[in-house]
């Protein structure tokens, strides 16, 4: 799930749908908002079979487990800089 299986196409896996939430995160954003840009991506991208919110919402957990995201104080998820 979090990784491409037999399963799980590369296009499907956790590990992919979060890197293109984080290509999309550029400042800080509801989740609502940022599932909109990411549906518009999805929209304009050929694949066979979409993302649906649930997924998206696993996607973004992986991220913060990851310590990839965080979310500020008026709960917008912003990308986290490890300097």
């Not at 293109?20 to 999805?42: A, G, K, N, Q, Y």
Request: negative net charge; aromatic residues 8%; hydrophobic residues 45%.
């Amino acid at each position: 799930m979090l990784l491409p299986t037999k399963g799980v196409s590369s296009d499907r896996a956790l590990i992919t749908i979060g890197a293109e939430i984080l290509d999309e995160l550029h400042d800080p954003s509801s989740v609502s908002t940022l599932w909109e840009r990411f549906s518009v991506r999805e929209r304009s991208a050929s694949r066979e079979r979409r993302i649906t919110f649930d997924w998206f919402a696993l996607a973004l957990s992986a991220l913060y487990t990851m310590n990839l995201i965080d979310t500020s104080a008026d709960g917008f998820i912003r990308r986290v800089h490890v300097s």
